[in-house]
């Protein structure tokens, strides 16, 4: 497996529970609103069921929300992280979905266990700037999508207005005075964010797909000052407070939480640009 998937994969198996806690409820509504762009999964034989196919599920919310909107689809919740699928499972108990209605499968992106054509819906949510290929991963959809099937996905574009609270908790960091350790060598780079709605589509396109209607939306997400430094000291900036003394982690809370108190809590509510995408595999 490429080092940059073990190496998210690692984080990611570390980390599922705090980010179910912390970063889940951020991004769960604009995943779900995902759906609401496409039509009901149509399977390609009418003695079949329908097939979706959730690549990069994370914790599952896209894969449980489309279980739910059509009961008779089967939905294959596909990720690389064993602790992240384990987290999806636990949500699907909590929704009474059991097996046969959403199944969990541990692979990556561009390298899914799952036939050619058999797929009639790939979704995917705040994934594709993760993978270390986008270019393969979207290579793969195509693969397993039967003609006529469907993609959809919605991720981050690579822009937008700074977030004061983020850049006040970044000068809090300046004014500790310390000097933070270098990112570790062995993290290759990954696809990261797309740089705009058009060359969203381009890539799309370049992956084989047709009828692609790429659209930008907003991801919108209400923190408090209270929420937010919870969120940087258990999530966001764990392993910086992991490398800090006690001393200086302590330090820290109370530099960033006199420079978050001087902002207006309006400042607080975060908007920031997404990408959409819609496209179909040529029948």
Do not use: N
Not at 17 to 22: L, P
Not at 34 to 52: C, E, K
Not at 239 to 253: G, K, Y
Not at 257 to 280: I, K
């Amino acid at each position: 497996m490429d080092t940059t998937v073990c190496t998210l994969v690692e984080r990611y198996d570390h980390d599922a529970e705090d980010y179910e806690t912390w970063w889940a409820p951020v991004l769960d509504a604009s995943a779900r609103g995902l759906l609401d762009r496409v039509g009901a999964p149509i399977a390609s034989h009418p003695s079949t069921r329908p097939i979706v196919a959730d690549v990069g599920t994370g914790s599952g919310v896209l894969a449980i929300d489309a279980a739910a909107r059509w009961p008779d689809a089967l939905v294959l919740g596909v990720d690389p992280s064993r602790g992240m699928l384990g987290m999806a499972a636990r949500r699907a108990e909590r929704a009474a979905l059991d097996d046969d209605r959403v199944r969990w499968i541990t692979a990556p992106a561009a390298a899914m266990p799952i036939p050619d054509a058999s797929v009639d819906l790939v979704v995917s949510s705040f994934a594709l700037q993760l993978v270390p290929d986008r270019p393969a991963a979207l290579a793969e959809a195509r693969r397993v999508l039967r003609p006529g099937g469907q993609l959809a996905f919605i991720t981050w574009l690579d822009r937008g207005e700074p977030f004061p609270p983020a850049e006040e908790f970044d000068e809090a960091v300046l004014d500790l005075g310390v000097e933070e350790p270098e990112p570790a060598e062995d993290e290759a780079p990954v696809a990261g964010d797309l740089r705009s709605v058009r060359s969203a589509a381009d890539e799309v396109r370049r992956a084989g797909f047709v009828r692609v209607s790429a659209r930008e939306t907003t991801l919108a997400f209400d923190w408090t000052l209270a929420s937010y430094l919870a969120f940087k000291i258990r999530y966001d900036e764990t392993a910086l407070f992991r490398w800090l003394s006690d001393e200086d982690a302590h330090r820290l809370v109370d530099i960033a939480q006199r420079r978050l108190s001087a902002l207006p809590p309006e400042a607080f509510h975060w908007r920031t640009p997404l990408v959409s995408v819609v496209a179909r595999r040529p029948a």
